[in-house]
């Protein structure tokens, strides 16, 4: 890989860094979804360490890692997201897409794509699933009479994160098989983005996790 591009990979893996101190040193004053996304940050700085050490000190396919990764961050994510389908659907929803969701990229990895590749099938499927609960997290905001500014709404900054971060990552994952095994010339530019985004992504978590979060 190139070393302008490795500098870019190295800052979207130490990107979790601003969000994991920023939870530690605010923990106790954490609400449910807050706590939930310390617990996602935890499980990804973990992930980023693992998959640095498989990749530069064992010289392994660290992509076995980001699969499984995948897989929890759907869980928690649609766990953070439950009253949106309390207030659209039903509170069993949640876990009915978590036990079929995980069931499919269990799948995946088994018949289709193993895990020594990106499990872009599954990654798609979550990264449409949480497109759509950020719009309608959006729909839910503008159609509720609760008076509530960004101040104090940190599912607000990490809706907003999310959305952006599943539109703009999902067609790179959608094409980056292909790409990886034509040699694409345009390659490092997609992995360029994925790099954007993952720091963009991790910078809305940090302010979903300073923010102090007041009743809606």
Partial sequence: MDHHLMFF???SQT???LPFIIGLLRRKQLNREQRL???LICISFISEIAAFVLDNYLSLNNL???NFYNILWFVLLMLIYRPVFNYYFSSYVPYLLILGYTAFA???MLFFQPLSTFNSNSIGLSLSV???LSLLFFHKDLTSSVNLTVKNRPMLWLNTGIFL????TLLLFLFINPMIESGSGILPLVWSLNVF???LLNGFYAMALWIKAKEE
């Fill in 165 to 168: 971060y599943s539109s703009g």
């Fill in 64 to 66: 076995v890692v980001y």
């Fill in 197 to 199: 985004l993952n720091v």
């Fill in 9 to 11: 990979v190295r800052i």
């Fill in 37 to 39: 996304l310390m617990l």
């Fill in 130 to 132: 949480f497109m759509a």
């Fill in 106 to 108: 269990v799948s995946n």
């Fill in 15 to 17: 990107a979790v860094l």
